[in-house]
């Protein structure tokens, strides 16, 4: 089955301990991308990858970190995460020839 | 700057209704444009997509979007409402040659029995 999967799916930590959020997709897709969902904010893009090793920043870089060493996995990082970082995270895949993306379920995230 | 708007951020219709979800883009290029849906508790599910062409496009679920340059608009239709269709959408933007996507901030939408 072609899928986004992310783990985990829910996680409540506390301020300045390091997480990190796997993503991995089985579609063989070039692009990756990371959003956080934030109520009457919509989804706002974090950072996006278009292939192993390129990365960029998205609208919303600031205290996370990527990293693209295989094509299928796309980890997002939080070395020091703050309670503004409290959020719900989506990590999404898609084709060039496609260009619609295809969402993982979501880790919901709660620092303290 | 690049920006999606969604107006209505709650929207009611009865079960049998019809619907329309609005959203407003500005973009400097040729825009991509797409409506996802998102059910409580669940990730995002495309519902239909604008690339070129011919611009009433049909989408899944019984969903149509038509697509006005004119106004930057792309609004969302549905001729009878299930309840099955309580959810939230979201419209948005991205374009060929870049790789960024822009999303609406959602409609949140009820359906009365």
């Known amino acids: 089955e072609a899928q986004v999967t992310q783990n985990p799916r829910y996680l409540i930590t506390v301020t300045g301990k390091k997480l990190t959020v796997t993503c991995s997709q089985n579609?063989?897709?070039?692009?990756m991308s990371w959003y956080r969902q934030d109520p009457g904010l919509g989804l706002r893009q974090i950072y996006y990858?278009?292939?192993?090793?390129?990365?960029d920043k998205g609208d919303v870089p600031e205290g996370y970190k990527v990293s693209r060493k295989e094509k299928r996995n796309f980890p997002l990082i939080l070395e020091s995460p703050s309670p503004n970082q409290t959020s719900l995270y989506f990590c999404?895949?898609?084709?060039?020839?496609?260009?619609?993306?295809?969402f993982g379920p979501g880790t919901r995230l709660t620092v303290t | 700057a690049q920006s999606v708007t969604q107006p209505d951020i709650h929207i009611t219709v009865s079960e049998g209704a019809s619907l329309e979800l609005r959203c407003n883009y500005s973009?400097?290029?040729?825009?991509?444009l797409f409506w996802y849906v998102q059910s409580p508790g669940q990730g995002l599910q495309l519902l239909l997509k604008?690339?070129?062409?011919?611009?009433l496009v049909q989408g899944i679920k019984g969903f149509e979007a038509e697509f006005k340059r004119s106004q930057s608009s792309f609004n969302l239709r549905k001729p009878s409402v299930h309840w099955s269709d309580a959810a939230e959408y979201f419209c948005a933007v991205g374009a060929s040659g870049t790789y960024k996507y822009i999303f609406g901030t959602g409609t949140r939408l009820k359906v009365l029995a």
């Open positions: 990858s278009m292939n192993v090793e390129v990365t």
């Open positions: 999404a895949s898609s084709s060039w020839t496609g260009y619609e993306q295809y």
């Open positions: 579609m063989n897709h070039e692009y």
């Open positions: 973009y400097g290029a040729t825009p991509y």
């Open positions: 604008y690339f070129s062409g011919d611009t």
